[in-house]
């Protein structure tokens, strides 16, 4: 009596469950199991309604329930299977987002391109695909830059707590090398400037090489708890090992010591290993020649991937299947890259240089909102203590009737035509100079000007340490060296030179190995005037490259301040001498011409460039080089690869990760003075 009646209650169930068991074991609108969860109850109710409605002992009650519950659990388990089975696999990847070399909080051309709200908003587009990403900054940081006379980088620290999105809370997942501006305050008691700065940041500051001095309580004088020098930091189940490394070219009083890089690299590469990090990747400020070093000499006992920076433009070098990789200065460019660890060798590696313009992507609002907030607060401040009127930086000081190239990726490896008219400028600001050379690291503008009117922010963004101008006089030897010097470091090298009253013609062979042929002077008719035994030539040059106190003087070590001619004056600045010679300038403006003083080599990016005098800005059209590539990943990592959705407001273009070496591809943007998306400051 009491199995029937049992038997009885759950032929009700299962009849009244028919439905929910349906729900269950079908499949929702979108074709899954996903609408479980909503409709399960309605059958479980409609059985415990029938179960109190009979009337039946309380043992055959709790064989009902016991039934019930056994049934229960077999139409659960199915799902539960499901649910498992079907948990996507979380890919073992790392991806990163590298910028360098970034002065300007808003980017250049008024916003137009580069700038930290656009990063802001990649960051974010890239942290939609994965959560875990790292983000990476290779260094020059606080300085040089407009605002940083005035506010010493706080602006720029300010505005880099805003990229995770809450300028509050600490970002654990950015991470920033000291590039040789960091230390552009030199003085001892300096070192609190840096040390303010460190600690203002809600982000982690990377001194893996740099010994800092201590004080008279035995700290050091550049400190925080974020200043580290290595870190393991997990993506996507990935153990990365992160260390940055610094050029020892900054002489700072309260730096008595840079590690050397190799043997830093080869120390924190063996303990982050040891640690159990899968994957090293050393965030660098070194040239270029230095970081291949580092891979080549250190093989496997060294970083399997360096992101740097101090080039300013895009380098992607290939080093045993070990990468070196920067971006463009001021976030015109950031790298995103993927790495994949292989086990028993060197991770494979992806990737992409993403263009920071225009609406490409569009700026982030709030980034841009600090942006603006300091930019409106700097030109008030700096208009007042100069005792201008409001609104002084925009205050127009001379014209141009030719489009001026200025971007450092020509600026750096090129003659431009203004770099040309500096150069001339300086030159005949002395009288009885026979030529002039200006290092390209003094012209700091980044960006073209257009046609029209140049402003007073144009002059003080251009010349960022007002140097003064001397004399020297110096053999043709001398001379022979000093080009050879501008050409060792070719491209986008601050020692490579504007020129004026002589020529050379460089042919590009390898990097480091270059050499400058057909040295000559120019003669006021512009043709070519050998040198003959004896000669003396008196050439107008920066204090930068003649005094070894002020830094590195970019290579030029055969040029000192003995070579000064004394009787020249030495009142001159190179701002100055701009600013007057602007003034003199015919009403229509200034039109220089690229007229061959170097003689172009025959490789990007000098090829077909600078355009013509009497081109207008309207006239011109640039192209914007994305470089990609990747080193081979097995067929394995290949099939399981997410396919490539480009951004929507960055188009990714990539090669597939199969392909062997990187490689350029050139196409064809619009305009660059009819950019979209500006958020112009």
């Not at 696999?89 to 300007?104: F, G, H, P």
């Not at 830059?145 to 999105?165: A, F, K, P």
């Not at 980034?367 to 201008?388: G, I, S």
């Not at 003087?553 to 600013?579: F, H, T």
Request: glycine share 8%; charged share 25%.
């Amino acid at each position: 009596m009491v199995m029937e009646c049992a038997l009885r209650k759950l032929a009700a169930i299962l009849v009244a469950d028919v439905e929910g068991y349906a729900q269950l074991m079908g499949k929702d609108e979108e074709g899954t199991l996903g609408g479980l969860e909503r409709r399960r109850p309605t059958g479980v109710k409609r059985s415990l309604h029938i179960l109190c409605r009979t009337r039946c002992s309380a043992i055959t009650l709790l064989l009902c329930f016991g039934s019930f519950f056994f049934f229960f659990i077999s139409l659960s388990a199915p799902y539960a299977l499901a649910q498992v089975t079907s948990a996507p696999q979380v890919e073992r990847r790392v991806t990163l987002l590298a910028i360098n070399d970034v002065y300007r909080i808003g980017g250049v051309e008024r916003g137009r391109r580069g700038g930290l709200p656009r990063v802001r908003t990649l960051r974010r587009e890239l942290e939609v695909k994965d959560r875990d990403l790292i983000v990476l900054h290779a260094g020059d940081v606080i300085y040089p830059s407009l605002l940083s006379r005035t506010y010493d980088g706080e602006q720029m620290i300010d505005v880099l707590n805003t990229l995770d999105g809450d300028p509050f809370a600490f970002d654990h997942r950015l991470f920033v090398t000291f590039g040789n501006h960091e230390f552009d305050k030199r003085k001892f008691d300096e070192a609190n400037i840096l040390s303010s700065r460190v600690r203002e940041s809600q982000f982690y500051w990377l001194r893996s090489n740099i010994t800092f001095a201590t004080d008279a309580q035995g700290l050091p004088v550049v400190r925080g708890e974020n200043l580290i020098d290595a870190r393991i930091i997990q993506a996507n189940g990935v153990k990365v090992g992160l260390f940055g490394l610094t050029t020892n070219i900054a002489l700072a009083d309260y730096v008595p010591r840079f590690t050397d890089p190799k043997e830093a690299a080869r120390r924190l590469t063996q303990k982050l290993r040891s640690e159990g990090a899968e994957v090293i990747i050393a965030v660098t400020h070194l040239t270029l020649d230095e970081d291949k070093d580092i891979l080549a000499s250190l093989g496997p006992a060294g970083p399997d991937l360096i992101i740097g920076g101090h080039e300013h433009t895009q380098q992607h070098e290939d080093v045993g299947g070990r990468w070196v990789l920067k971006a463009d200065a001021d976030a015109v460019s950031a790298l995103v890259v993927t790495v994949v660890p292989l086990h028993g060798e060197a991770p494979a590696v992806k990737y992409e240089y993403k263009e920071l313009e225009g609406d490409g992507p569009i700026p982030d609002p709030d980034v841009n909102r600090v942006v603006q907030r300091w930019h409106t607060q700097h030109q008030d401040l700096f208009c007042a203590r100069d005792l201008k009127k409001p609104g002084c930086l925009d205050e127009e000081i001379g014209r141009t009737a030719v489009r001026l190239i200025a971007s450092e990726e020509k600026i750096r490896s090129c003659e431009t035509n203004l770099g040309n008219w500096i150069a001339d400028q300086a030159r005949l600001a002395f009288e009885e100079a026979d030529a002039a050379f200006i290092n390209a690291g003094s012209l700091r503008l980044n960006q073209d000007l257009a046609v029209g009117a140049i402003y007073r922010r144009d002059l003080e963004e251009l010349v960022q340490y007002d140097s003064k101008l001397h004399m020297i006089e110096i053999d043709p030897t001398t001379l022979t060296q000093v080009v050879n010097n501008a050409v060792s470091g070719w491209p986008g090298n601050g020692r490579w030179l504007q020129i004026s009253g002589f020529t050379f013609s460089h042919s590009h062979i390898s990097r480091g190995k270059d050499k400058a042929n057909g040295l000559a002077l120019l003669g006021q008719d512009g043709q070519r005037v050998e040198f003959r035994p004896g000669d003396r030539l008196r050439v107008i040059t920066t204090d930068f490259l003649l005094d070894p106190k002020m830094g590195d003087q970019d290579g030029y070590s055969m040029l000192n301040q003995k070579q000064i001619v004394s009787e020249a004056p030495i009142d001159k600045s190179l701002k100055s001498v701009i600013r007057d010679a602007l003034s003199r300038a015919p009403v229509e403006g200034i039109a220089p011409k690229v007229e061959g003083r170097i003689a172009p080599t025959s490789q990007p990016p000098c090829v077909n460039d600078p355009p013509s005098a009497d081109q207008t800005a309207g006239e011109k059209k640039h192209s914007s080089s994305v470089s990609v590539g990747s080193t081979q990943l097995p067929a394995d990592a290949l099939a399981a690869r997410p396919s490539a959705t480009p951004s929507s407001a960055v188009a990714a273009r990539s090669t597939p990760w199969s392909s062997a070496t990187g490689e350029t591809r050139e196409n064809e943007s619009g305009e660059a003075d009819k950019a979209k998306g500006a958020g112009q400051w």
